[in-house]
């Protein structure tokens, strides 16, 4: 394959987010709608996928400490600009989340779970007294594929692309590993800007109160040891503040990776912070950053852009093992080991949604990175009779996608089912506070 080509996957790939990619998403889809309304926006009606329903669910937006679907798209239409894609929320202000949460607040936004939809499915109208358009957005987080005024299409994306098929190049871990040993150093230095970018939100994480405060309650407990001695802890302290403040409602981006920010985190920390203990240069730090996103791209072509399990867990995980092991001298076939060895410890970890707990998952993917890492060093893997495992990666990973597959549409009919039931309970509450309020 064209090294050209990997590059322009991993620039396309590769790319900054402001918030989580979920209610980020319905944000710029209800934006793009709001962008052809005529008028004062009166209400907003959204269908969801199951897998987005769920990943926006219980997640904070941008910039603010409250939650859910419902806000992103009001706060999309209202204040963001669709041609930012995943930073739409950066020119949104108080005045606008204050608009926003108040049309919430009067019951104008509708979220609604479409069962019938797969993968990345976003349907936002947004309407006033004089016009009405919606905009659908499908197959990745950014990608808008239609727009629709008054009934009529005003844009269709140009690209005619099957959305079941997510992904449009397919890559063997023998053509990452040649292009990350030999691609010309220019062409991918721009990943280090990553490293930079989620550092600085998991020092934001660190100095502020976000979430679960994962990280600081960690780095608090770890007061006693000089962590730069110990990669493994330094990488999930700092992967679990950065997810702290993603999650709790931050102003800075994440570098996300194939869609997720969450991911992007995942797979670069861990990755970076090795680097800085084994004082590699930046060109190498750099070359090994794209194995880990190339990896997780790999890993995401098997199981899918959104899943029934946790993608930092299994393909973000990978990335980062695959990245120590090539970093430690370790040959190809060790980093095979180190993904076989991540997927048989992490398989069963599923996705319940975007939200603050997310960091608690990225802090076992980080942990498994190195462990897997190391056994795999040692010439230690999960194989044939270890379940899923085979006895090489892509008969691992072919399995792997027959798991995620077969159960994706059962998990997120039983989560969302929960959601709902939450939801439904959480309103009669409110209903009958108010009610004893009033008495």
Known sequence: MEYSRITNLLKKEVLPALGCTGPVAVALAAARAAAEVDGSITSINVALSPGM??????????????RGNALGAAYGAIGGDYRLALEVLSTATSYHLEKALEM???????????????????EATVNSAESCATAILEASHDRISKVIKNGEIIYKAFECIDTSQEFDVQ???????????????????????????????????????????????????????????????KAKIFTCAASDARMGGSQLPAMSTVGSGNQGITAIIPVGVFADHINATEEQRCRALAISHLVTYMVKTYVGRISSTCLCAIASASGSASSIVWMSGGNERQMEYAIMNVVSALAGQICDGAKNACALKMGVACDQAFTAAQLALN??????????????????LK????????????IDTVLTNILNDKSK?????????????YH
């Open 53 to 66: 329903y769920k990943n926006g669910w219980g997640v904070a937006v941008p910039g603010t400490k409250e």
């Open 171 to 233: 890559l063997s871990l023998s053509e990452i590993v040649d292009y990350a040993e030999h691609v010309v150093y220019d062409d991918i230095a721009f990943l280090a800007e990553g490293d930079v970018m989620n550092r600085a939100l998991a020092n934001d994480g660190l100095k502020n109160s976000y979430g679960l405060n994962s990280g600081r309650t960690l780095m608090n407990s770890y007061s006693d040891l000089d962590i730069i001695d110990f990669p493994s802890i």
């Open 379 to 396: 010439g230690n893997y999960a194989g044939y009779y270890d379940g899923l495992v085979e006895e090489d990666l892509e008969g691992t």
């Open 399 to 410: 399995n792997l996608a027959k798991l995620t597959t077969n159960t994706r549409e059962i």
């Open 104 to 122: 919430v607040e009067k019951g104008k936004v509708k979220v609604f779970c479409d069962n019938t939809k797969k993968g990345i499915y976003i």
């Open 425 to 437: 309970a959480k309103r009669r509450l409110a209903n009958d506070n108010q009610e004893l309020q």
